[in-house]
């Protein structure tokens, strides 16, 4: 029996870490004289960080500005909440000058914040200086975050397709036989209305259902023409059911 995970909860406690991005400052690398800032950009993670660090390098401005990987801060076991704790912590509980500079969340109060539109400004200004074209987000790469989809075969995809599930052989043997007497039915039926008005409506469904079980019957023998063939056929198939 397959086991159904429980959704997972606010307050399960999950390994979890805090780290920061080194980036270099715009400005100086415009003159020339870069300038490597510790820590501006902070956030949280429960992936690895080398897929965290991929997604930074897809989507954000200032992607082409990160030096080496990010450093952990802080990791270790606990709640959502606790770990938007520890993340605003980092971002909010130190020294002015220490504060990320990239960061758009809890980084309101923040004088030295760079807004979203500013680096991207930048991104363009530095893309211009190396002649490259300006910079545009990278489209979602899941198997660059860690997310691997299932394989599946090309082939039995295409057989799923083309095929479908299809009947089984009892399925088309009942349809079949609730075809022919439907059919048989109604021709009954409109015979009847040239017959006598003593005639029950009952007799047309009564004999429908003989002559379709009969051709079914006659069907399933190979529809043989001589009593001697039936015979004949008729103990073949019934040998292979025994």
């Not at 429960?46 to 500005?65: G, P, Y």
């Not at 959502?80 to 971002?91: C, G, K, P, T, V």
Request: hydrophobic fraction near 35%.
């Amino acid at each position: 029996m397959t086991q159904v995970a429980p959704a997972r909860l606010k307050s399960d406690m999950r390994w979890g870490q805090i780290y920061g991005v080194d980036v270099i400052d715009h400005e100086s690398w415009m003159a020339g004289t870069p300038v490597i800032v510790p820590n501006d950009y902070v956030g949280q993670s429960r992936q690895k960080l080398r897929a965290r660090e991929n997604q930074h390098r897809d989507t954000q401005a200032f992607s082409d500005l990160i030096v080496g990987s990010p450093r952990v801060l802080w990791e270790g076991w606990c709640t959502d909440d606790e770990l938007d704790e520890r993340e605003r912590q980092f971002i909010q509980d130190v020294p002015l000058e220490q504060r990320p500079r990239l960061n758009y969340m809890l980084n309101d109060d923040n004088p030295r914040r760079i807004e979203k539109w500013r680096l991207v400004e930048q991104r363009h200004a530095r893309d211009d200086r190396n002649g490259v074209p300006r910079w545009e987000p990278t489209p979602y790469r899941p198997e660059a975050y860690g997310y691997r989809a299932p394989r599946v075969s090309v082939s039995v995809v295409r057989d799923r397709q083309v095929r479908g599930r299809g009947w089984t052989r009892g399925q088309k043997q009942l349809a079949g036989w609730a075809a022919g007497w439907a059919v048989t039915t109604v021709a009954l039926w409109v015979v009847e209305l040239f017959r006598p008005e003593d005639v029950r409506w009952w007799i047309a469904p009564a004999v429908a259902a003989e002559l379709t079980g009969f051709v079914r019957v006659w069907s399933w023998l190979g529809f043989p023409l001589r009593p001697r063939t039936w015979r004949r056929q008729w103990r073949k198939k019934t040998r292979r059911r025994r």
